[in-house]
């Protein structure tokens, strides 16, 4: 059985940094696209990175403030978290997928119909 671990969840300031890390078996790592997702209270899931062929993809409402990458010495892929807005806040995701490519028509896209999840890391953005 494929177990994704994240970690690093917690509450933050406004403007402030945060570190996710999705601990993941290394052929998991090597051969699936691993992607991060989020869900808001009241709100739909929604993918927000995703890394594949070790090329990174971002959603547009996290461009320039998140970078996913690949961790090789803890066998995990981590998202760092920058200048975190309160609209930031939710449970973060990762999971894992043989064929997702991270992207469709020029963009960045990320179905939830991925082979594999993890539990979920809580992130609160408040003041």
């Known amino acids: 059985q494929v177990q994704l671990v994240e970690s690093g969840g917690g509450l933050v300031q406004p403007g402030g940094s945060l570190r996710l890390s999705c601990a993941a078996p290394e052929f998991i790592l090597d051969n699936y696209a691993i992607g991060w997702f989020r869900q808001a209270p009241g709100k739909e899931r929604e993918g927000v990175s995703c890394?594949?062929?070790?090329?990174?993809f971002y959603a547009d409402s996290v461009k320039g403030r998140f970078t996913i990458s690949r961790d090789n010495a803890k066998n995990a892929v981590s998202l760092q978290m920058a200048s975190l807005k309160p609209e930031d806040t939710a449970v973060y995701y990762c999971?894992?997928?043989?064929?997702?490519?991270?992207?469709?028509?020029?963009?960045?896209?990320?179905?939830?119909?991925?082979?594999?999840w993890g539990k979920g890391t809580l992130v609160t953005v408040s003041s």
């Open positions: 890394i594949s062929g070790g090329n990174s």
């Open positions: 999971a894992a997928d043989l064929v997702a490519t991270c992207y469709y028509n020029g963009g960045f896209y990320l179905g939830d119909d991925m082979d594999y």
